[in-house]
């Protein structure tokens, strides 16, 4: 089993940043990836990020060129810097991970949330 929880969650107003972070517990070394989700009240689960632990990366349209996420896999760490943010990125964030290569986020790993609040 693996623990995720994620940390760095708060209020910014329009044009800020923030940073987010995600620390993984347990057997660590079977995830092959991790990632970010977001729900914002009223609206379903959308992907935000995910990096593999070779490295590549993928965005939504939404976040391109405004988020960066990275992994550190020596501690199966995951940060997603957000910079530029606006009101549509206010939402709770989750740090996800798969069970294994090839199988279902949605059935992998889920942290508990963190609120992400832009303000104008």
């Known amino acids: 089993q693996v623990q995720l929880v994620e940390s760095g969650g708060g209020l910014v107003q329009v044009g800020g940043s923030l940073r987010l972070s995600c620390a993984a517990s347990g057997s660590i070394f079977s995830i092959p990836a991790m990632g970010w989700y977001r729900q914002a009240p009223g609206k379903q689960r959308e992907m935000v990020a995910q990096?593999?632990?070779?490295?590549?990366?993928r965005y939504s349209a939404a976040v391109e060129g405004r988020f960066t996420i990275s992994m550190h896999n020596r501690e199966r760490t995951s940060d997603l810097q957000m910079d530029n943010l606006k009101p549509d990125d206010t939402a709770i964030y989750y740090c996800?991970?798969?069970?294994?290569?090839?199988?279902?986020?949605?059935?992998?790993?889920w942290g508990q949330g963190t609120q992400v609040t832009v303000s104008s």
């Open positions: 996800a991970a798969p069970r294994r290569h090839g199988t279902p986020w949605s059935g992998g790993y």
């Open positions: 990096i593999t632990t070779g490295g590549t990366a």
